[in-house]
């Protein structure tokens, strides 16, 4: 009699591997469907796009806010690599939910103001007008802006990206 359990053992590893790659893929596919829905909101998906007010590319980014986060590439360097753009999103989302943490615990999947929070709303408005104005949006301490400098308020961004996966970003 032979003995196939060393084939068994192999199919079930496979299996495990086959759904990690798979939840990766899933992941990678719902972070680019959050990237791309803000890109179009913040630039109609430009990446060579600099509003009136300064910002840069797809995710319209004040320059100070891409030094703070160790971005030393030029204006034009900048602008003409995505791959640096969403490198830059990728790390203030990350920035961000660490500043948020006990706000995304505390509100993830509930209503507030009338409006279905969860991470990824937060994480956008943390976006639009920094972890300052989602703090103030929640406390209503008067503390920080929730406008932008288009009279977007940060309840907006909160509401328009909830909804999406995201919370495996750390």
């Known amino acids: ?8 053992i192999t199919i079930d590893s496979l299996k495990m591997d086959y759904d990690s790659l798979s939840k990766e893929y899933e992941q990678v596919l719902e972070i680019d469907r959050f990237l791309g829905s803000i890109a179009l909101r913040e630039s109609s998906g430009d990446q060579w796009n600099v509003n009136q007010y300064g910002m840069l590319g797809l995710y319209q980014f004040d320059p100070k806010t891409l030094t703070y986060l160790g971005i030393k590439e ?5 602008l003409n690599d995505i791959g640096a753009q969403n490198f830059a999103m990728i790390k203030y989302l990350k920035y961000n939910k660490k500043k948020l943490n006990k706000y ?6 509930k209503t507030h103001k009338g409006i279905y929070v969860t991470t990824s709303g937060i994480l956008a408005g943390a976006h639009l007008m920094g972890a300052g104005g989602v703090m103030d949006f929640f406390d209503d301490s008067g503390r920080y802006k929730q406008y932008d400098g288009n ?5 907006e961004y909160i509401a ?3 909804g999406y996966d995201i919370e495996f970003i750390n």
């Open 74 to 78: 030029t204006k034009s360097n900048y």
């Open 1 to 8: 009699m032979y003995d196939f359990s060393w084939f068994y």
């Open 104 to 109: 995304i615990e505390r509100y993830d999947g």
């Open 151 to 155: 009279d977007v308020h940060v309840s």
């Open 160 to 162: 328009q990206f909830s």
